[in-house]
């Protein structure tokens, strides 16, 4: 069973950086590709960034050229990189990842804050 375990959020200036880990334990030699969500109060939960398992990643538009999102499969690690934060990044931030059968997994999130 896949677990997911995301850190590296906090407080930030407008125009800091923050970068985000999402270590997984278990097997996941099933996971065909890895994202990351967010979820801001009054607003829907959008997917910000996405990696496939050969490497092809993809981008909310509202994020392109700031974040960037990689892995680490030796350490079973995603991450994202995230510069030139804007207080409308502000929100709960979920590492996803997607099994070969379809069903996703999540972790509990971390919380991203930018202060203006």
């Known amino acids: 069973q896949v677990r997911l375990v995301e850190s590296g959020g906090g407080l930030v200036q407008a125009g800091g950086s923050l970068r985000l880990s999402c270590a997984a334990s278990?097997?996941?030699?099933?996971?065909?590709?890895n994202g990351w969500y967010r979820h801001a109060p009054g607003k829907q939960r959008e997917l910000v960034a996405s990696i496939t398992s050969d490497d092809n990643t993809n981008y909310a538009d509202s994020v392109k050229g700031r974040f960037t999102i990689t892995r680490d499969n030796a350490k079973k690690t995603v991450y994202l990189q995230m510069n030139s934060l804007k207080p409308e990044d502000t929100a709960t931030y979920y590492c996803?990842?997607?099994?070969?059968?379809?069903?996703?997994?999540w972790g509990l999130g971390t919380q991203v804050t930018v202060s203006s």
């Open positions: 996803n990842a997607v099994h070969y059968e379809g069903w996703g997994i």
């Open positions: 278990g097997s996941v030699s099933s996971i065909t590709s």
